[in-house]
Structure formats: structure tokens, C-alpha cells
């Protein structure tokens, strides 16, 4: 397994995200944030992109919009969803929470805890400026984009996402770290 250090901080894996991948697979990752969908989803994940990142480790995304979804509908929809593609119970969901009321603790919690009685765990996912303005649940994952390899430096952030748009053969991606503890808590390889 390929891992870095942050700084006096935590052993990482290097993670990628992109809306679509309709390009190889870049080189170098660990992981991968796949997108399940949402109503502010850009795009949902068919199962070709699925299959292509199916090597490496997975860290489902859900895109909802929060004061707009019912949250029991939306956790409904994601169970259905990890179910649907086998992902075994116990592994991560991560909520981007940057897509509608911002913070929505109410709203969060209802979603996430309904996914945690299903047997998954909850990360939530914003900017520095909100995301702490919602519950930890099982971790945060903080965008805070200064194009330099971190860790935001606070209890409960397992991932830091700190470049977006990042030129790759065929397309851009988004970098992030996560913890060597998360990684070994999402969707293991195929």
C-alpha cells in the first residue's frame, strides 16, 4: 500500500474524484470517491465507471439538497443504492453537505442516522466554512483547496480534498487525502 505522511499528523492514501470518468483511471491512487447521485448530483455513476475504479478502494458519495429532499426518502435511495452494488455493511457514505441549506444538522442527522441503522457509517463532506456546522456522524471530509498535500488539523477529519481541477490524461480530478484508518473502513477492491 502506497501512503505518505502529513506532517506530525497521520499516515494517508491518495484519493481522486471527478463528476464523470469517462477517461482511464489516473495513476497513483489508492481510492477513489465514486458518485451514487443526488438531486444536485452532477452526474450518477453508471456501472462502467463503476467497474473501471473496481481495483481500487471506494468511498460512495451522495449529492442531496437539503431543504429540498425529504431526508428519509434520500436514505432510502442510498441504502437501495450500496445494496444494489454490493458494498458490505459497515463500510463509509459520504454526505456532500455543500448543495442546499447549509448547515442542515436536523437535516443530516435524519439522513445519516437512517443509513446507520442499515449498517453503514456517515462522513460528512463541505467547505472549512460549513462543514463544521454540521455533525461529525463518523468522521468529517473537509474541501479546503490549497493545492499543497494536508490534513486540516482537527478531531474527526478523516480526508482532506485540497486541489480541485487537476489536469489528467483525458480529463480533471480532484485530489484528496484520507486517513489510513478510513481507508481501511471503505469499499474494498473487487
Not at 481522486?16 to 448530483?41: H, K
Not at 442531496?64 to 432510502?76: E, F, I, M, R, S
Not at 444538522?105 to 472549512?128: D, Q
Not at 478510513?182 to 477492491?189: S, Y
Amino acid at each position: 500500500m502506497v501512503s505518505i505522511w502529513t506532517p506530525g499528523q497521520v499516515e494517508c492514501l491518495p484519493c481522486f474524484d471527478t463528476a464523470r470518468l469517462d477517461f482511464p483511471v489516473p495513476a497513483g491512487y489508492q481510492c477513489c470517491l465514486v458518485y451514487m447521485g443526488g438531486s444536485s448530483a452532477t452526474h450518477a455513476w453508471d456501472r462502467e465507471e463503476l467497474a473501471k475504479v473496481a481495483h481500487l478502494r471506494r468511498l460512495p458519495v451522495w449529492v442531496p439538497t437539503p431543504g429540498q429532499d425529504h431526508p428519509g426518502d434520500v436514505a432510502l435511495q442510498v441504502v437501495a443504492w450500496l445494496r444494489r452494488n454490493k458494498v458490505p455493511p459497515g463500510r463509509h457514505v459520504l454526505w456532500d453537505m455543500e448543495t442546499g441549506k447549509e448547515p442542515d444538522p436536523a437535516w443530516l442527522n435524519m439522513a445519516a442516522g437512517r443509513v446507520a441503522k442499515a449498517g453503514f457509517r456517515n462522513l460528512t463532506y463541505g467547505s472549512m466554512s460549513v462543514v463544521f456546522g454540521n455533525p461529525q456522524r463518523d468522521g468529517y471530509f473537509v474541501a479546503n483547496p490549497t493545492g499543497h498535500p494536508h490534513m486540516v488539523s482537527r478531531i474527526g477529519v478523516k480526508g482532506t480534498q485540497y486541489a480541485f481541477d487537476i489536469a489528467v490524461p483525458g480529463g480533471t480530478i480532484d485530489q484528496s487525502l484520507i486517513s489510513t484508518d478510513l481507508a481501511h473502513e471503505l469499499w474494498l477492491p473487487a
